[in-house]
């Protein structure tokens, strides 16, 4: 498995593949991943990566791993991001 890239690597290598400054690569990094955040509740898609979404999970009983006694879960909402079918494909290279 190869070395994962930092926030840094990552705006060096679109702005030199788009012709940008590292500056205005950067912030619409930031713009993006700010209007993901407020669009989440109403679901957010990134054409060809992927979608997130808002979701309600129910009370539920769950058991304590150390003690082994039941406890009660209460109902939240998470965010959860589902993997474009494109996306899978070209990682995978399944088709």
Do not use: H, W
Request: hydrophobic share 40%.
């Amino acid at each position: 498995m190869g070395k994962t890239l930092t926030k840094t690597e990552i705006i060096s290598k679109l702005a030199e593949k788009n012709g940008l400054s590292k500056k205005q690569v950067k912030q619409l990094l930031e713009d993006l991943a700010a209007l993901a955040y407020e669009e989440a509740k109403n679901s957010f898609t990134l054409p060809g990566l992927g979608k997130l979404v808002l979701v309600e999970r129910k009370a539920r009983l769950a058991r304590n791993p150390r003690t082994g006694e039941m406890v009660e879960v209460p109902a939240k909402k998470v965010v959860k991001f589902k993997v474009a079918k494109v996306c899978k494909e070209a990682v995978l290279g399944n088709k």
